[in-house]
């Protein structure tokens, strides 16, 4: 599966943006969708990821409560809803993709289809 992320940009500590990342190539619904991010100078972090039928979500501690993952799996998407977004959520954000006979795996490289990844930038 092809992946495309879209959705970053600029934003102020306190405000909201929702990636995007649309899928094509494999059956959307056969996989596990993620989102993972990476800040300069650190490793790539789990932030969410949501099962294949779209009815299971799992967060990491930092995100929880502000974050929200989200499919369409009639559009072949999967979307970030990042809320109260704080400096320290700045990073390049990675979709990725995980079969769905698998079980769920935070670890980045148990994830073997990714996006190009978006850049959040988050003014204090």
């Known amino acids: 599966v092809q992946l495309q992320a879209s959705g970053g940009g600029l934003v102020q500590a306190g405000g909201s943006l929702r990636l995007s990342c649309a899928a094509s190539?494999?059956?959307?619904?056969?996989?596990?969708m993620g989102w993972f991010r990476q800040a300069p100078g650190k490793e790539r972090e789990f932030v969410a990821a949501?099962?294949?039928?779209?009815?299971?979500?799992t967060y990491a501690v930092s995100v929880k409560g502000r974050f929200i993952i989200s499919r369409d799996n009639a559009k072949n998407t999967v979307y970030l809803q990042m809320n109260s977004l704080k400096p320290e959520d700045m990073a390049v954000y990675y979709c990725?993709?995980?079969?769905?006979?698998?079980?769920?795996?935070?670890?980045?490289?148990?994830?073997?289809?990714w996006g190009q990844g978006t850049l959040v930038t988050v003014s204090s």
């Open positions: 990725a993709a995980r079969p769905g006979g698998l079980s769920l795996n935070y670890n980045y490289r148990s994830w073997g289809q």
């Open positions: 190539g494999r059956t959307f619904s056969d996989y596990h």
């Open positions: 949501i099962r294949q039928s779209g009815g299971i979500t």
